[in-house]
C-alpha cells in the first residue's frame, strides 16, 4: 500500500482516485483552487457535480495547505488544468518536495523570455527545480475511469523503470498502463491533439472528418518530431489512440462542430458552450506566437489555420 496525494478535484483528478483507492493504496485528495469542487470533496455523500457520480467512502480530502505537505507522500499526482502548473510549480517548491510526481495535465507553456515552447515536465523541473517527474496520458475519458470502464493509458520517465513502478501502484484490471521513456513525444502528442479534434470536429460529414483525421496524423507526425519526439509516439496511446477518442467526443471536437458550421470562436463559445472550457483553444493561444513564426506553414497548414482562426477570431477556412 502507498500513499498518494492527488491534487486536483477536478474531473480527472477525482476519477483518477478510483482506480488507485481499487488497488488498495491510501488515496488523499486535495483542491487548491475551486470552491466547487471543494464543496463536493468535502460533502458527506462527496458526489462530484462533474463526474456525477459519488466518490469512494475511503477517499480522504484534505484543504490545501502547508500542513498538508508535512505527511509523507509516495506519489504525488498534479491533476490541474494547464492554468494551474505555474501555481503548483511554485508550492512544491516552498515546501521543498522530494516525493517522486505524476503528472496528469494535458498541454504546452510557452516562455515568452526565452520564445521558446517547453512541455509541462521541463518547465516544472527549470522553473521550479523539481526532480523525478513522471506523466501519465492517453485516452481515458474522466467519467468512463470514474465508472471503472476500461481504460488504456501511458506512462512515461527517462528512467523506464519509475514508469513501471508507477505503473504497478496504479493500475487496475480496468486501468491498464503502458510505459515509455520518450517524454517530450508524448508530452506534445497529448497536448496537440486536442488542437486536431477540434479541427476533424469541423469535418461535416464521416467522410470530411476521416480525410482531416489522416492529415492530422501526418500534421502531429512532423510537430512531434520537430519537438524531438520519437516516431512511435504518434501512432501510440498518447497519439492517434487519444486523438480518436477526442475527436469522436468532448469539448474541443464539439468546438470543431461549430467552427466547421461557420460560426466564429467568440460566437460559438457565447452561444453554445458559455460554461465549457475548451483545452485546445487555451492551447492554440498559448503556443500561437512560436508555432505561427518557427514552424514551417506548409508542413502545418491545417494547425496554422486553426491557430489563426482563433487568435483572429475569424471563420475556419479548411480543405476538406
Ligand atoms: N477529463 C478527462 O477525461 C481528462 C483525461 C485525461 C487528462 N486530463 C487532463 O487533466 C487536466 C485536468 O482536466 P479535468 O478534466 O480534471 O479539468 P477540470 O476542469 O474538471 O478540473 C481542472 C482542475 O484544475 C484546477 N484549476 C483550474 N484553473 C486553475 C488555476 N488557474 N490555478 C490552479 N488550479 C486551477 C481546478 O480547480 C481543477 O482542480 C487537464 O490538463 C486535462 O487535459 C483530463
Same mark, same amino acid.
Given at each position: 500500500?502507498?500513499?498518494?496525494?492527488?491534487?486536483?478535484?477536478?474531473?480527472?483528478?477525482?476519477?483518477? !482516485?478510483?482506480? %488507485?483507492?481499487?488497488?488498495?493504496?491510501?488515496? !488523499?485528495?486535495? $483542491?487548491?483552487?475551486?470552491?466547487?469542487?471543494?464543496?463536493?470533496?468535502?460533502?458527506?455523500?462527496?458526489?462530484?457535480?462533474?463526474?456525477?457520480?459519488?466518490?469512494?467512502?475511503?477517499?480522504?480530502?484534505?484543504?490545501?495547505?502547508?500542513?498538508?505537505?508535512?505527511?509523507?507522500?509516495?506519489?504525488?499526482?498534479?491533476?490541474?488544468?494547464?492554468?494551474?502548473?505555474?501555481?503548483?510549480?511554485?508550492?512544491?517548491?516552498?515546501?521543498?518536495?522530494?516525493?517522486?510526481?505524476?503528472?496528469?495535465?494535458?498541454?504546452?507553456?510557452? $516562455?515568452?523570455?526565452?520564445?521558446?515552447?517547453? !512541455?509541462?515536465?521541463?518547465?516544472?523541473?527549470?522553473?521550479?527545480?523539481?526532480?523525478?517527474?513522471?506523466?501519465?496520458?492517453?485516452?481515458?475519458?474522466?467519467? $468512463?475511469?470514474?465508472?471503472?470502464?476500461?481504460t488504456n493509458v501511458i506512462i512515461a520517465n527517462r528512467n523506464i523503470d519509475i514508469a513501471k513502478e508507477?505503473?504497478?501502484?496504479?493500475? !487496475?484490471?480496468?486501468?491498464?498502463?503502458?510505459?515509455?521513456?520518450?517524454?517530450?513525444?508524448?508530452?506534445? %502528442?497529448?497536448?496537440?491533439?486536442?488542437?486536431?479534434?477540434?479541427i476533424i470536429g469541423a469535418g461535416q460529414s464521416f467522410n470530411a472528418s476521416s480525410n482531416l483525421f489522416q492529415k492530422s496524423v501526418i500534421e502531429m507526425k512532423y510537430l512531434t518530431k520537430f519537438f524531438k519526439g520519437k516516431d512511435e509516439t504518434i501512432l501510440g496511446l498518447a497519439g492517434v489512440g487519444d486523438l480518436f477518442v477526442s475527436a469522436a467526443g468532448g469539448r474541443n471536437s464539439k468546438m470543431g462542430s461549430y467552427l466547421g458550421k461557420g460560426f466564429t470562436f467568440k460566437t460559438a463559445k457565447k452561444k453554445f458552450m458559455p460554461n465549457d472550457t475548451v483545452e485546445g483553444e487555451q492551447l492554440a493561444r498559448e503556443i500561437a506566437p512560436f508555432i505561427l513564426k518557427k514552424v514551417n506553414k506548409n508542413k502545418v497548414p491545417m494547425m496554422i489555420n486553426l491557430l489563426r482562426t482563433i487568435i483572429n477570431n475569424k471563420k475556419l477556412k479548411i480543405k476538406v
Open positions: 500500500m502507498k500513499k498518494i496525494l492527488v491534487i486536483g478535484g477536478g474531473a480527472m483528478g477525482s476519477a483518477f !482516485t478510483v482506480p %488507485c483507492l481499487d488497488n488498495g493504496n491510501s488515496v !488523499t485528495i486535495t $483542491e487548491p483552487y475551486s470552491k466547487r469542487f471543494i464543496k463536493n470533496l468535502s460533502s458527506k455523500n462527496k458526489f462530484h457535480s462533474a463526474l456525477k457520480i459519488n466518490l469512494p467512502k475511503k477517499l480522504k480530502f484534505k484543504i490545501f495547505s502547508n500542513v498538508l505537505f508535512n505527511e509523507k507522500f509516495d506519489l504525488i499526482v498534479i491533476a490541474l488544468s494547464l492554468s494551474g502548473i505555474d501555481f503548483i510549480g511554485k508550492e512544491l517548491k516552498k515546501y521543498k518536495i522530494k516525493t517522486p510526481i505524476l503528472v496528469l495535465t494535458k498541454g504546452l507553456k510557452y $516562455e515568452k523570455k526565452s520564445k521558446k515552447i517547453f !512541455t509541462i515536465s521541463e518547465k516544472l523541473k527549470k522553473d521550479y527545480k523539481l526532480k523525478n517527474i513522471s506523466i501519465l496520458k492517453g485516452p481515458c475519458l474522466a467519467k $468512463e475511469l470514474a465508472r471503472k470502464n476500461q508507477i505503473g504497478k501502484i496504479i493500475s !487496475t484490471k480496468y486501468y491498464l498502463t503502458e510505459f515509455s521513456n520518450d517524454i517530450v513525444g508524448i508530452e506534445v %502528442c497529448s497536448a496537440i491533439k486536442n488542437i486536431y479534434a477540434m
